[in-house]
Nanobody, 125 residues
Framework: DVQLQAFGGGLVQTGGSLRLSCAPS????????IGWFRQVPGLEREGVSC????????YYLGSVKGRFTISSDNARRMVYLQMDSLRPEDTAVYYC??????????????????WGKGTQVTVSS
């Protein structure tokens, strides 16, 4: 069975940091792009960052560039999202997802094959 277990959310003050982790299983890691998405109630879900499991290429949403860093450990089959300089507008439920597309920018459009359960990130002002 395919699983994408995400963890690491929490409550942090403005300017703080959190690291989200995703543990994908049940599919060939290198054939997929893995991404982080977020959603606030009442708003559309947006692709925050995606990474190609094949060549490691990366896409970032403009508002998180320079603050968030996505990385993968192919040997351990883990994908991380290091979030620094957090802002209240980063508050959302964050989801880990996977799609069988090599281009991470296309992957981050959101038409994913598999979704994990979300983890709440709350940034207090």
């Amino acid at each position: 069975d395919v699983q994408l277990q995400a963890f690491g959310g929490g409550l942090v003050q403005t300017g703080g940091s959190l690291r989200l982790s995703c543990a994908p299983s049940g599919f060939t890691f290198r054939d997929y792009s893995i991404g982080w998405f977020r959603q606030v109630p009442g708003l559309e879900r947006e692709g925050v960052s995606c990474i190609s499991g094949g060549d490691g290429s990366i896409y970032y949403l403009g508002s998180v560039k320079g603050r968030f860093t996505i990385s993968s450990d192919n040997a351990r089959r883990m994908v991380y999202l290091q979030m620094d300089s957090l802002r209240p507008e980063d508050t959302a439920v964050y989801y880990c997802a996977a799609v069988r597309i090599e281009n991470p920018k296309i992957a981050c459009r959101g038409d994913m094959d598999y979704w994990g359960k979300g983890t709440q990130v709350t940034v207090s002002s």
